[in-house]
């Protein structure tokens, strides 16, 4: 009985801002208009870090997410469909993104592009948090993969804003993501 009103008197003692701890509208993805996270990636070794903010001051381009490195649909199709589309040269700066470690990242674009011809970053997102920070992250994967993973998209960075994002609906799919669909 005391507990009971302990804790009545905790729910009318807080503000009304925090009275729910839950929303009705569905959380909102990173969209057209979004700046990129000032967050640190790393690329080929845990000695080079990269930041996609500071990089796309320089340039536009896209970023590309996938669910990990080595993985099948990753490795087989979508991947494939930036190194191999003829538009490649032209469409500016093009990062790799993945829930991995650099190590593994650059073990993955050596086997992708082994001459680096593409001129493709692949970038290493160890902790989730760039891919968190965009709102991209999803945990269904946990169970396979180990932990929080990206979802499968791209995003077209314009003067280093988001000016077009394209995000699986079920986000390991490509429906959306391919190159073919986004750089055109």
């Not at 536009?60 to 087989?76: H, R």
């Not at 829930?99 to 692949?122: C, H, S, Y």
């Not at 920070?133 to 180990?146: I, M, N, Q």
């Not at 932990?147 to 799919?173: H, M, W």
Request: hydrophobic residues 40%.
């Amino acid at each position: 009985m005391a507990f009971r009103t302990s804790l009545r008197r905790f729910a009318l003692a807080r503000p009304a801002s925090v009275a729910r701890g839950f929303h009705s509208t569905p959380r909102v993805l990173v969209k057209a208009g979004d700046e990129l996270p000032d967050l640190e990636l790393f690329e080929n070794s845990a000695a080079s870090k990269v930041n996609l903010a500071d990089e796309f001051k320089k340039g536009n381009g896209y970023i590309v997410g996938v669910p990990g490195a080595f993985t099948g649909t990753c490795s087989s199709k979508h991947i494939p469909s930036y190194i191999n589309h003829p538009n490649i040269k032209k469409a500016g700066q093009v990062f790799v993104v993945a829930v991995n470690d650099p190590f593994v990242m650059k073990a993955w674009a050596d086997q992708l592009d082994p001459t680096g011809e593409t001129g493709i970053r692949f970038l290493a997102d160890p902790t989730a948090e760039f891919s968190k920070a965009l709102d991209l992250g999803f945990d269904d994967a946990a169970a396979l993969l180990g932990g929080t993973r990206s979802k499968r998209y791209a995003l077209k960075v314009e003067d280093g804003k988001v000016s077009a994002a394209f995000v699986e609906p079920d986000n390991t799919g490509t429906a959306v993501s391919m190159a073919e669909q986004v750089i055109g």
